[in-house]
C-alpha cells in the first residue's frame, strides 16, 4: 500500500487489510495516510532512489554474513573505517574552493569524528 501510486489500488489494497483485521487498517488510518503512503504524499516523491546505500552495504558484506556476529561486527567496523579512510584521503587531494558555510561545516565534522569510537 505504501509504494502504490494509484489511489484506487492503494484502496484495493486497504479492503484486503480489513478483510483481514479491521483493527490494522484503523490503526493505519489514525497513523495518517499521508505521512507513509505515496499515493497521499503531499510532498513530491519523485526522487525517491530505487537503490540505496543499504544495498551496497550488504553486498560488500555478502561473505561476512557467514561469520559469528562478533566477527561479523568487526568486518563492519573495518569496512566503516577503510572507507572513510579512503574518502578522507581522496577529499585530502581534491583543491576546490567552497564557500564558508560548507567550509565550517566540513571542519567541525572532521573535528567530531576524530573523537568518535
Known amino acids: 500500500m505504501a509504494k502504490s501510486y494509484s489511489k484506487s489500488k492503494f484502496h484495493n489494497l486497504m479492503k484486503k487489510v480489513e478483510v483481514v ?12 495516510y499521508n505521512k507513509w503512503a505515496r499515493s497521499y504524499a503531499t510532498v513530491h516523491r519523485g526522487w525517491t532512489l530505487t537503490s540505496n546505500i543499504a544495498e551496497s552495504i550488504n553486498a560488500a558484506l555478502v561473505s561476512a554474513r557467514e561469520l559469528p556476529i562478533y566477527d561479523f561486527l568487526e568486518e563492519v567496523r573495518l569496512m566503516f573505517g577503510r572507507w572513510n579512510c579512503e ?3 581522496e577529499a585530502l587531494y581534491t583543491r576546490k574552493d567552497i564557500i564558508e ?4 561545516i566540513l571542519q567541525q565534522n572532521e573535528a567530531e569524528c576524530t573523537r568518535m569510537k
Open 101 to 104: 558555510k560548507f567550509q565550517a
Open 87 to 89: 574518502n578522507r584521503q
Open 21 to 32: 483485521d479491521v483493527r490494522v487498517k484503523n490503526y493505519l488510518e489514525l497513523a495518517r
